[in-house]
């Protein structure tokens, strides 16, 4: 009986603990995702395009290392980056998101997460700070100024 036992542990033991390993690994994403959309993260709801930077308090159009932030309803977003204006989007990653004024958080797919300082300038201007204090630092990313990019409308049926 002895071996029995010993023999039937030694064998299902391992399986058993392989089995639930690989169950509970499945379907997990290895970046947090926003829970429930909330009214605040809807306001943000759009196509956002990097026009321009801060330096020194002027705001000086950008030429170069451009993004553009999608921001879906169901909290989720897409980013897609180019060198600059000649060049044609290329995606940077994708992710969940969350808004509580004045915190952007962006969870990336590919395991970090971002949180931004946002100051809403109108309904279709956002100055987002980079780094982890409130003030600009010497040598960081300067302030941006994302535009919502407006969404053009198809062509129209004229009524009968």
Not at 21 to 30: K, M, Y
Not at 43 to 58: A, E, F, K, N, T
Request: charged residues 25%; proline residues 6%; aromatic residues 8%.
């Amino acid at each position: 009986m002895r071996t029995f036992s010993k023999v039937y542990f030694s064998s299902i033991l391992p399986l058993a603990l392989i089995a639930l390993l690989l169950v509970s690994c499945s379907g997990q994403s290895t970046a947090p995702k926003a829970e429930k959309p909330s009214g605040e993260t809807n306001r943000l709801v759009g196509v956002w395009v990097l026009q321009s930077r801060m330096v020194d308090g002027v705001s000086g159009p950008a030429k170069e290392r451009i993004m553009e932030l999608v921001l879906k309803s169901d909290g989720t977003f897409r980013a897609n980056f180019r060198g600059d204006e000649t060049q044609a989007w290329i995606k940077a990653g994708e992710g969940g998101f969350s808004y509580d004024p004045p915190l952007l958080n962006l969870y990336w797919d590919a395991g970090y997460v971002v949180t931004l300082l946002v100051n809403e300038l109108g309904s279709d201007q956002l100055q987002v700070h980079h780094g982890r204090t409130l003030a600009p630092e010497m040598g960081k990313d300067p302030d941006e100024i994302f535009v919502r990019r407006k969404v053009d409308k198809g062509p129209t049926r004229k009524a009968s």
